[in-house]
């Protein structure tokens, strides 16, 4: 064992959840609407992520199914092909669940910092007070 303090983070995980306690919202359904966004399509999206489409679509329904809205505009395929986008509703969902991973991330890093790690770095430097 060594006496020299560790250098320690918090870290943290947010996710938005419906009344039954299931996922509505989150950092996965987050990367997936970000990579559709960039893609232009739900199987493009998918290959870029590593996933089925059929898990991303799921996603996307079940999403869609506990928030009562669409999030995607799907158009099929055709002489240019199909495609989908982000509805204006989703692009607001993403903004504003950035928003709150941002605040709680910065909260709990200065909440740990002041309270947590400091006080353990205080202790840590004082020998006198190791074995109590």
Do not use: C
């Not at 991303?56 to 505009?73: C, S």
């Amino acid at each position: 064992m060594t006496d020299k303090p560790r250098k320690l983070t918090v870290k943290s995980k947010i996710w938005v959840e419906d009344e039954n306690g299931k996922v509505v919202f989150g950092a996965g359904r987050l990367r997936i609407l970000k990579a559709i966004e960039e893609q232009g399509s739900i199987l493009a999206a998918a290959k870029a992520l590593g996933m089925s489409y059929r898990a991303v679509w799921g996603k996307i329904k079940a999403t869609e199914e506990r928030l009562g809205q669409p999030i995607l505009r799907k158009q099929t395929g055709g002489a240019h092909g199909g495609g989908s986008q982000l509805t204006p509703f989703a692009r607001t969902l993403v903004d504003r669940f950035q928003q709150l991973e941002d605040l709680s991330r910065s909260t709990a890093d200065a909440f740990f910092s002041g309270v947590f790690a400091g006080p353990l770095a205080e202790k840590a430097a004082r020998p006198e007070e190791k074995n109590k």
